[in-house]
């Protein structure tokens, strides 16, 4: 995980290039998983009058709900994925409590204002 958080502050415009591949990909990945548990759901809770195409209308629009949890699930499988990211990338830091720079966990002195660390903060 070190490599990788050197690779992304040092990396530039390929970096950057390799993040965003990987976020559309990861929003595909969601998508897919999110027809599928929409497609489960429907099933389960098939609507018999109307024929099973869970919907409602505004306006003259038809809007289905297959669609709405669609993008909501998929929207949260997202949010999951880069916040399970963000915390395995803090995961090995800490922040100093004299001048709040992240230093490595393992450090017992700051190497920005070389405060020392205590065994925990």
């Known amino acids: 995980m070190q490599k990788l958080r050197e690779l992304m502050a040092h990396g530039g415009i390929a ?5 965003f ?6 929003v595909e990945v969601a998508d897919a998983i999110a027809e599928v548990a929409v497609a489960v759901l429907q099933q389960l809770a098939v609507d018999e009058e109307r024929g099973g195409d869970l919907s409602f209308t505004i306006a003259d629009t038809t809007i289905f709900y297959s669609a709405v949890l669609r ?6 499988v997202v949010v999951a994925a880069l916040y399970g990211t963000w915390r395995l990338a803090r995961r090995g830091v800490r922040t100093c409590p004299e001048c709040r720079s992240e230093v490595p966990s393992e450090a017992s002195v700051c190497r920005y204002c070389t405060t020392e660390l205590s065994g925990t903060s």
Do not use: Q, S
């Not at 970096?15 to 993040?19: C, T």
């Not at 591949?21 to 990861?26: C, E, G, N, P, Q």
């Not at 993008?71 to 949260?76: R, W």
């Open 15 to 19: 970096v950057l290039a390799v993040v």
């Open 21 to 26: 591949a990987l976020a559309f990909a990861l």
């Open 71 to 76: 993008g909501v699930f998929a929207v949260l």
